[in-house]
Structures are given as C-alpha cells and as structure tokens.
C-alpha cells in the first residue's frame, strides 16, 4: 500500500490549500485516514482523521480550527482519498503535513501507513 500526497506548497497568510492523499496498491480495505503535520523543532501532531463511515475527529489544537471553518477533512472512499481543506492559512501552519491510513492488507489484518509528507509554507 501507498499513500501519495500532493497539494502542499507556497502561500501567503490567508490563503488557502487543499491537500490530498491517495492510497493504491493491494488492500482489503481502508479505515480511518488523517492528517498529521510536523512544525519545525516540534513533534508530530494529530490534525484530524476520519472514519470510513465520515466520522471526524480533530487533534485538540484544531477542533476550535474545524468549528471556525478554516479546516475540514473529507474523504472520497471510492479513490481512497483524503482531503484537508485549510483556510485562512497563517505563518503557524507551515509544516510537514503527512497523511496517514489505517489499511487492512487482507481480512483481520491491519496496519500503518504514511504517506511521504507534504510542504506547506506560509508566508508572510
């Protein structure tokens, strides 16, 4: 299984992005996918996931992000895609935002996947 993400990159303070994630490869089945992201000098942080069924969960320093609108997750099960909408983007967004899925390579199984990690950059 691999995650390929894509749309990260440069934007100014305010803008937006849409990142995405897709999973290919030889699966049973996909679970929750999320988004974590990485700051320079800090940890990797839970930014939000999502269940197959379209339940959303966001890490505690996002869930005032997702009610104010400026982020949302979704997922397209028929691409196995994830999505996270940022708005609003400012200079303390700017990581590594790295996608992940719980994958079941076959029934009963279950494993970790990541994908290779996206840049965004927010300029001021």
């Known amino acids: 299984v691999q995650l390929q993400a894509s749309g990260g990159g440069l934007v100014q303070v305010g803008g937006s992005l849409r990142l995405s994630c897709a999973a290919s490869g030889s699966f049973f089945n996909i679970g929750t996918m999320g988004w974590y992201r990485q700051a320079p000098g800090k940890e990797r942080e839970l930014v939000a996931s999502i269940s197959r069924g379209g339940r959303t969960n966001y890490g505690d320093s996002f869930y005032g992000d997702s009610l104010k609108g400026r982020l949302t997750i979704s997922r397209d099960n028929a691409k196995n895609t994830v999505y996270l909408q940022m708005n609003t983007l400012r200079p303390e967004d700017t990581a590594v935002y790295y996608c992940?899925?719980?994958?079941?390579?076959?029934?009963?199984?279950?494993?970790?996947?990541w994908g290779q990690g996206t840049l965004v950059t927010v300029s001021s």
């Open positions: 992940h899925a719980a994958v079941a390579p076959t029934w009963g199984e279950l494993l970790d996947a």
